[in-house]
């Protein structure tokens, strides 16, 4: 027996999931075996990253849960469902991107920025890929119980009315959403596909603009399901557009033009901006 141990050479499946440089590699193979030992039968691992300020918080992604652990893996702190998250983001610290995940116990700093952004959107794909849409669908049946409520006729142009306001609101509120979530190029892309009602698609449209959210980025679904609440209650109450109209029409929507929602919602994106 030699007088020095050779350094185990790490799992080529680890090797392949790691996402972190320097020492992460020798750390996470003296690690490995309680790696594995944290893994139920048959859970794949698609991503491990080490701390790179301290070499010792430690995060597998394996199958749909987060494993967060120290030193390479020798010990498990918690393991976290991905539905429990309400997502993953980065935060700056020091000149590292830190990857916070709440809920899974986890912030941990990485030298790359660019691979903590692919790595914290890999953990949301992996939210969204497990939480389907918790809100409910609007049309038909919410925009048919809410004019019934309301005792508002069920016309085309009451649908048609309802649920072009019903659209506008909610993009104020992704707005907001991507605003808050530091995500301008998310604001460009939702306002260029959204602030037009697509032709024959007016009554789908806000059910378009849910899906497109949904699957966007996990950190909006809980604001989400409560706007849906807080729109419901709403436009029930005394005095709303909607109970306003009992017995006859929904009244026209504003002057804005020819329906472009853009420039509304532009305003409050910037307005809730924080750079």
Not at 68 to 78: A, F, I, N
Not at 85 to 106: D, I, M, P, R, W
Request: net charge neutral.
């Amino acid at each position: 027996m030699g007088l020095f141990r050779t350094d185990e050479p790490l799992d080529q499946a680890l090797a392949g999931a790691l996402r972190t440089g320097g020492r992460s590699r020798k750390i996470v193979a003296k690690g490995q075996d309680g790696i594995r030992a944290a893994l139920t039968p048959g859970e794949p691992v698609l991503a491990v990253a080490v701390d790179e300020l301290t070499y010792d918080g430690t995060l597998v992604v394996a199958g749909r849960r987060l494993l967060s652990m120290r030193r390479g893996g020798r010990e498990l702190v918690l393991a976290t469902d991905v539905t429990a998250l309400s997502s993953a983001y980065l935060e700056e610290n020091k000149g590292f991107a830190v990857l916070v995940a709440h809920q899974a116990g986890v912030r941990l700093h990485l030298a790359d920025r660019a691979a903590a952004a692919a790595l914290a959107q890999q953990i949301n794909d992996l939210v969204v890929r497990h939480r389907p849409r918790a809100v409910p669908a609007l049309h038909p049946t919410f925009y048919g119980d809410v004019l019934e409520a309301a005792g508002v006729p069920d016309t085309s142009v009451n649908r048609d009315r309802l649920a072009e306001r019903t659209a506008y609101v909610l993009g104020t509120q992704a707005a907001a959403f991507t605003a808050q979530l530091r995500d301008p190029q998310a604001f460009k892309a939702f306002s260029g596909r959204f602030a037009l009602a697509e032709p024959g698609r007016l009554w789908q449209r806000a059910d378009d603009m849910i899906d497109w959210l949904w699957a966007w980025n996990p950190g909006c679904h809980e604001g989400l399901v409560k706007w849906a609440g807080k729109w419901h209650s709403g436009l029930l109450e005394p005095g709303s557009f909607l109970t306003a109209a009992a017995g006859g029409e929904i009244p026209p929507f504003g002057d804005r033009a020819a329906g472009d929602d853009s420039e509304a919602w532009r305003l409050v994106f910037e307005r809730h901006h924080r750079g």
